[in-house]
């Protein structure tokens, strides 16, 4: 069975902050152990590893899937920096113009930490529907084989 734990072993932030080190800033590493353990979550659930019952499990899908909605709007409003800012025609301007534009677009960008926080969530969310549908299939099965029985 596969078991949730603190992703963040000792960078300096809360289980809420887990993907901050002590300095505030995105942590690259924090953020793929948040994710491997995401992709653990899901590979449990398949695998039967561990299940939730339906009444359980709606209550935190519901707050993933509010939270994915969150992360739709913060993504559109980082469709201002789609294009570098008009900094002039200048060589001076046009450096820090695309500096600008992959700072905002790069691999540490707020872009990619919210593109990556939206994979996290769509695979926690994922899993507990999986679980909680394979425990509802389970219990049925199990309803089904005793009718009858003690009639």
């Excluded at 695998?47 to 519901?62: C, L, Q």
């Excluded at 570098?84 to 001076?92: E, T």
Aim: without cysteine; proline residues 2%.
């Amino acid at each position: 069975m596969t078991e949730l734990r603190d992703v963040n072993q000792g960078a300096g932030a809360t289980v809420g902050g887990a993907m901050f080190g002590s300095g505030g800033s995105m942590s690259a590493e924090a953020m793929k152990n948040v994710s491997r353990s995401a992709n653990e979550l899901v590979a449990s659930a398949k695998s039967g590893g561990f299940r939730v019952t339906k009444e359980a499990a709606d209550p935190i899908i519901r707050t993933l899937e509010e939270f994915l909605n969150d992360i739709d709007g913060i993504e559109q409003e980082l469709t201002a920096f789609d294009q570098a800012p008009p900094l002039g025609d200048h060589d001076y301007g046009k450096r820090v113009a695309q500096h600008m534009w992959d700072a905002a677009n790069g691999d540490r960008s707020a872009r990619s930490a919210v593109q990556q926080l939206r994979e996290v969530l769509e695979k926690s969310r994922d899993a507990l529907l999986f679980a909680s549908n394979q425990y509802q299939a389970q219990e049925d099965e199990a309803s089904s084989s005793f009718k009858g029985v003690g009639s």
